[in-house]
Nanobody, 124 residues
Framework: QVQLAESGGGSVQAGGSLRLSCAAS????????LAWFRQGLGKEREGVAA???????TYADSVKGRFIISKDNAKDTLFLQINSLKPDDTAMYYC??????????????????WGQGTQVTVSS
């Protein structure tokens, strides 16, 4: 049974940093395409960062230079380092997984496994 569990969210001031984690279980983590999505209040879910099985990364333009996606295959854990946080980054952050390559990386329909999310709130 595939399970994804996010952690590391919280309330921070603008300019601060957070490191989100997504602990995975029930599948061969190293072979999956993985991504982070976020959904702000009243907004659609958007992809912010993705990483494939060999470690190639993709970022949304809105987060390039501030967000870093990485993974530890030995610990079956996906990470998202978020720097220079802005109030617009306030959202529920979700990790997602797919058992194979994906075409784009940041499209919601490409992933079939999702975590429950961790809330990030940024105050100005």
């Amino acid at each position: 049974q595939v399970q994804l569990a996010e952690s590391g969210g919280g309330s921070v001031q603008a300019g601060g940093s957070l490191r989100l984690s997504c602990a995975a279980s029930g599948f061969t983590f190293s072979t999956y395409s993985l991504a982070w999505f976020r959904q702000g209040l009243g907004k659609e879910r958007e992809g912010v960062a993705a990483i494939d099985d060999i470690g190639s990364t993709t970022y949304a333009d809105s987060v390039k230079g501030r967000f870093i996606i990485s993974k530890d295959n030995a610990k079956d854990t996906l990470f998202l380092q978020i720097n220079s946080l802005k109030p617009d980054d306030t959202a529920m952050y979700y990790c997602a997984a797919y058992p194979g390559p994906v075409a784009h990386g940041l499209e919601e329909y490409e992933y079939n496994y999702w975590g429950q999310g961790t809330q990030v709130t940024v105050s100005s």
